[in-house]
């Protein structure tokens, strides 16, 4: 068996030795290996506030990419790898981003994402209580020190929050309790669960409360 690293076509050939002599027999382009796609994600900031509301969306795609599709939920669109889009009227809004490369497309979507509220009035859709579970990307990221990761709770329920590296080991505890219907943040300063700073690089921040989990990526950089 042999592992084609990289993206191309090659050639095979088989040299056969025996007592007769030797023979050789080569195919020309036999083996073709193609680049993986890339996996979409993104950041934006501020994701609330009152309408007009300016975010900066931010790429955390990764993989080799050649063109950025952005839909931002209210009829706009980008092409940009980090647009600034401003969102006039309030609602909730679903982002998508498509990504794509020379191994194909991929896809990520964010559902009610982007919350905006009438001026002066500071809620959503006339209500500052949560509706629904949610996970919000954390602010800033990359980060360097530390970050915030902001959550809604849509009903009294047990939450567990924890940092885990791209190899699924837990990194860190930040929430363990039982938490009544609001909206909440935590703080992430780098570190493990034994106080110690982590390296820079990829790490997934993962919720659980009651039935719903989610996770989002943080990029760490030092």
């Not at 030795?17 to 382009?29: A, H, V």
């Not at 191994?103 to 001026?119: L, R």
């Not at 990761?149 to 837990?170: F, L």
């Given at each position: 068996?042999?592992?084609?690293?990289?993206?191309?076509?090659?050639?095979?050939?088989?040299?056969?030795?025996?007592?007769?002599?030797?023979?050789?027999l080569?195919?020309?382009?036999?083996?073709?290996?193609?680049?993986?796609?890339?996996v979409?994600?993104?950041?934006?900031?501020?994701?609330?506030?009152?309408?007009?509301?300016?975010?900066?969306?931010?790429?955390?795609?990764?993989?080799?990419?050649?063109?950025?599709?952005?839909d931002?939920?209210?009829?706009?669109?980008?092409?940009?790898?980090?647009?600034?889009?401003?969102?006039?009227?309030?609602?909730?809004?679903?982002?998508?981003?498509?990504?794509?490369?020379?191994?194909?497309?991929?896809?990520?979507?964010?559902?009610?994402?982007?919350?905006?509220s009438?001026?002066?009035?500071g809620?959503?859709?006339?209500?500052?209580?949560?509706?629904?579970?949610?996970?919000?990307?954390?602010?800033?990221?990359?980060?360097?020190?530390?970050?915030?990761?902001?959550?809604?709770?849509?009903?009294?329920?047990?939450?567990?929050?924890?940092?885990?590296?791209?190899?699924?080991?837990?990194?860190?505890?930040?929430?363990?309790?039982?938490?009544?219907?609001?909206?909440?943040?935590?703080?992430?300063?780098?570190?493990?669960?034994?106080?110690?700073?982590?390296?820079?690089?990829?790490?997934?921040?993962?919720?659980?409360?009651?039935?719903?989990?989610?996770?989002?990526?943080?990029?760490?950089?030092?």
């Amino acid at each position: 068996m042999h592992v084609y690293y990289k993206s191309g076509n090659y050639s095979v050939k088989l040299i056969v030795t025996g007592p007769g002599g030797t023979d050789t027999l080569e195919k020309i382009n036999y083996i073709t290996a193609f680049e993986p796609p890339p996996v979409a994600d993104f950041s934006a900031e501020p994701v609330q506030g009152e309408a007009p509301l300016s975010v900066q969306f931010t790429d955390l795609s990764t993989g080799q990419i050649t063109s950025w599709a952005w839909d931002f939920g209210d009829g706009g669109k980008s092409t940009d790898q980090n647009p600034v889009y401003v969102f006039n009227n309030a609602g909730e809004y679903t982002v998508t981003l498509i990504v794509t490369g020379p191994g194909g497309s991929t896809g990520e979507v964010k559902e009610s994402y982007i919350k905006t509220s009438d001026p002066g009035t500071g809620v959503v859709n006339s209500s500052a209580i949560p509706n629904k579970f949610y996970l919000y990307q954390n602010f800033p990221n990359p980060f360097n020190s530390s970050t915030e990761i902001k959550y809604d709770i849509a009903e009294p329920s047990m939450v567990r929050i924890n940092i885990y590296s791209m190899m699924g080991e837990k990194i860190a505890d930040l929430v363990d309790s039982y938490i009544q219907r609001g909206s909440y943040s935590v703080v992430w300063n780098g570190k493990n669960v034994s106080g110690a700073n982590v390296p820079s690089g990829i790490y997934f921040v993962l919720i659980e409360a009651g039935k719903f989990t989610d996770k989002k990526k943080i990029l760490l950089v030092k």
